[in-house]
């Protein structure tokens, strides 16, 4: 699944391919993903809108258009490239935009569970205020990073993933960050010392500040995306093997239904 490093090298790409680009045709081929609206009424709303600005928020691609905000999000295996034209999207795009230039820009998603929503400006602020902090924005501090973990009794690795607290943080780069700050991930968020979340906090930033460098390189052309292939893994993925701080064996355990990796030596 694309986390926010990912996501950002996608938001990169396709920020390129549409600012100041007007959509001037459109194709949704499953209509599941943007429900609840239909593909005819998506279709009719962004013909002859301009892009103003391409965002990314936590795990959100944010298409910031004359009055309104197209949504995509990638799921669990979507991508967005530029194509040299929307007739040679392969078979399987879920959909295809068509731009003033001749261009187009094609969003791929072999499993068709992307989201494509197109947004009013009241319906935009009420996405916002759902989704949490994110991580690589100035509005993360310390100081409301701390208030938000005083509040969750939550253990800490199922606190950070959780997208209406601080968004766009995945498996991976919790693990990651946890191990970087020396963090059991099974401690409840509530229980750790304000030095703790310093370090944590810093440690997610350093980390997601890391990785963005890293997948921004990795995505080689268009359809071509290597995820985290510059990006050397501490702990996930890697049970069994030493750790890289204190050779200790890296442990696997299940976690909110997915599976975290830490060690045992350096986390506590």
Known sequence: MPELPEVDAVCR?????????????????????????????????????????????????????????????????????????????????????????????????????????????????????????DPLLPEFTVERFAALARRSRAAVKTFLMDQRRVAGLGNIYAAEALHRAGIDPRRRACRLSRARLSRLHRAIVGVLQRAVGSAARAYRRPGQFAEGEYFRLAVYGREGKPCPRCRRPIRRLPQGGRSSYFCPGCQK
């Open 13 to 133: 790409i396709a920020r390129r391919a549409l600012l100041g680009r007007r959509i001037m045709a459109a194709t949704v081929c499953r209509a599941r993903i943007c429900e609840p609206d239909s593909p005819r009424d998506l279709i009719l709303a962004l013909l002859g809108r301009r892009c103003r600005r391409v965002e990314r928020l936590g795990k959100n691609i944010l298409v910031l258009l004359d009055d309104a905000c197209l949504r995509i999000h990638l799921r669990m295996t979507g991508n967005l490239y530029p194509i040299a034209s929307p007739a040679r999207r392969p078979p399987t795009a879920v959909a295809a935009f068509e731009l003033d230039d001749g261009s187009g820009l094609v969003f791929d998603d072999p499993r068709g569970l992307g989201v494509l929503r197109l947004l009013l400006p009241h319906q935009l602020e009420r996405l916002l205020a759902s989704i949490g902090l």
